[in-house]
């Protein structure tokens, strides 16, 4: 069975740096996209960026180039989405997910969702 | 970036009755176009994908239909669990700027 399995929630001040992941199994995690995904309270989904993790391949939004880093450990199958000084409107749910097939795909998987929680 | 505008924000249906959702695109996607539903509190769920396709599980009373940039997602007797908001999203330009739209929201009229 594939599952994405994200870590928990976070709450952190602004300026503070985080990471967060996104554990898969039950498929080859190395052979597939995963991104990331960003809903904001009450909001609607934001296309975020994606990785391949067989060689980190990564591509961003220009909506959030620069602003987050995507990165994977193909090694223990796990994906993660950081930032190195966070806002207070980097509060919201990210959630990762897998692409269903090759790289024109939509996303098939989904981890559950982590909520960041950015607030002095 | 291709702009993905869906219609109506919010639909009031019935249970039982149909509920057809629009979602136009700025510029073509060919048929590079996703459904997704999102109930409170979930994740969301791919249901359509390839603008018709129905991914696993999905019952069949959830279509998808059209090409380009006009798409409809049917769904044609409202169940009590189909109540949700539901998305589109574009995957069809490299380097990928995919793009969500807005959401509609399906809920009991």
């Known amino acids: 069975e594939v599952q994405l399995v994200q870590s928990g929630a976070e709450v952190k001040k602004p300026g503070e740096s985080l990471k967060i992941s996104c554990k898969g199994s039950?498929?080859?995690?190395?052979?597939?996209?995963i991104g990331w995904v960003r809903q904001m309270p009450g909001k609607g989904l934001e296309w975020m960026g994606i990785?391949?993790?067989?060689?980190?391949?990564?591509r961003y939004s220009p909506s959030f180039q620069g602003q987050v880093t995507i990165s994977a450990d193909k090694s223990i199958g796990t994906a993660y989405l950081q930032w190195n000084s966070l806002k207070a409107s980097d509060t919201a749910m990210y959630y990762c997910?897998?692409?269903?097939?090759?790289?024109?795909?939509?996303?098939?998987?989904w981890g559950q969702g982590t909520l960041v929680t950015v607030s002095s | 970036e291709i702009v993905m505008t869906q219609s109506p924000a919010t639909l009031s249906v019935s249970p039982g009755e149909r509920a057809t959702l629009s979602c136009r695109a700025s510029?073509?996607?060919?048929?590079?176009l996703a459904w997704y539903q999102q109930k409170p509190g979930q994740a969301p769920r791919l249901l359509i994908y390839?603008?018709?396709t129905r991914a696993t599980g999905i019952p069949a009373r959830f279509s998808g239909s059209g090409s380009g940039t006009e798409f409809t997602l049917t769904i044609s007797s409202l169940q009590s669990e189909d109540f949700a908001v539901y998305y589109c999203?574009?995957?069809?330009?490299?380097?990928?700027?995919?793009?969500f739209g807005q959401g509609t929201k399906v809920e009991i009229k």
């Open positions: 997910a897998r692409l269903y097939s090759g790289s024109y795909s939509p996303f098939d998987y």
């Open positions: 039950g498929y080859s995690f190395s052979s597939y996209w």
């Open positions: 990785i391949y993790p067989h060689d980190s391949d990564t």
């Open positions: 510029q073509s996607v060919s048929s590079n």
């Open positions: 390839g603008a018709s």
């Open positions: 999203q574009q995957y069809n330009d490299w380097p990928p700027e995919w793009t």
